[in-house]
């Protein structure tokens, strides 16, 4: 009985317990571990080591990001330094910008008077002016521009032609000492001569003479025109061509026939652009007849009148 009894509690004491493994403490004795409680144990040091390591990788993109804003308000600051250097130079330049020209004007009107000789004295600036000068009648040569030096500055020849006919020559007299100004000059009256010299002459006397001498050879064009048109075909004008100094506004009548009648026609040709030989406006209209085949031919004068010569025109058309 007492054999039984020992086997019974051996057996409920093995189902009791949990399977085991063997392990050595610090010792070097051997301790018995449930293998339940290893795995569990395990568990945890596999999931610690994960979230230490994602810690470790967003600590390093943090740091990594901050580095990136840091040198990036760096060179925000340093930019607008740059910025800030770049305002204060310009106001320098500007600053000295004025007071050269203040200098400039003061030796200029102190002609003689010894100046500081890091700046230049009115000798040299007058010298640079007819170096200038030189220079412009030079590049004005073949333009049909020349001139020469006068003890006062320069006069200058504007030749004009037409259609490779050489025509009138014009001369303008320039003082530039002590200032830039039109001394003498046998430009035509009605020729803006004024206006042109207000806004050129003083800022750049290249436009200056350029826009002139297209006035001139516009205003002998125009001229040329009308007076060719007279001598060739008085037979077929009727009465007197009407015109006004400048040229810019011309009326005549002409006769056209057609099917064995005559037609008069009224011309008025309107010069709106003073730098051109040709019409702006041709206005055309026929005081004895209102036919459609009339206005035709009225519409084609018109567009001839605006693209041609005029005496060329009129005889393309009266040919036709």
Not at 117 to 128: C, D, K, N
Not at 148 to 154: E, H
Not at 229 to 235: G, M, N, T, V, Y
């Amino acid at each position: 009985m007492e054999g039984e009894h020992n086997s019974d509690e051996k057996e409920s004491a093995l189902r009791g317990r949990s399977p085991t493994t063997a392990s050595q403490d610090g010792r070097g004795q051997t301790s018995e571990v449930p293998l339940a409680q290893q795995k569990v144990e395990e568990g945890k040091v596999y999931s610690g080591d994960g979230v230490l390591g994602y810690l470790e990788m967003m600590e390093a993109q943090a740091h990594e990001l901050s580095l990136k804003q840091e040198e990036k308000e760096q060179q925000e600051k340093k930019l607008n330094r740059l910025k800030a250097r770049v305002q204060e130079l310009r106001a320098r330049r500007d600053e000295l910008r004025a007071k050269v020209e203040l200098q400039e004007k003061r030796l200029l009107d102190k002609e003689g008077a010894v100046t500081d000789p890091a700046q230049p004295s009115a000798q040299a600036i007058l010298e640079w002016k007819l170096k200038d000068v030189r220079a412009m009648m030079q590049f004005f040569y073949l333009t049909g521009i020349s001139g020469k030096l006068t003890t006062q500055g320069v006069c200058f020849c504007i030749s004009t032609a037409y259609e490779g006919t050489y025509m009138d020559s014009y001369y303008v007299e320039i003082l530039t000492k002590p200032e830039v100004k039109i001394q003498h000059h046998s430009v035509p009256v009605f020729i803006p001569l004024e206006q042109i010299a207000m806004k050129y002459l003083q800022t750049d006397i290249r436009s200056f003479l350029s826009v002139l001498s297209d006035h001139l050879n516009a205003y002998v064009g125009r001229r040329h025109q009308a007076d060719q048109l007279e001598e060739q075909f008085s037979d077929r004008i009727e009465g007197t061509l009407q015109r006004n100094s400048l040229c810019n506004l011309l009326v005549f009548n002409y006769k056209v026939s057609r099917n064995s009648k005559t037609f008069l026609f009224n011309v008025r040709l309107l010069y709106g652009d003073l730098c051109h030989s040709l019409p702006t406006e041709a206005i055309i209209s026929c005081t004895s007849g209102t036919l459609p085949l009339l206005a035709e031919k009225a519409a084609a004068h018109s567009y001839a009148f605006r693209h041609m010569a005029l005496y060329k025109a009129f005889d393309s058309l009266i040919n036709a």
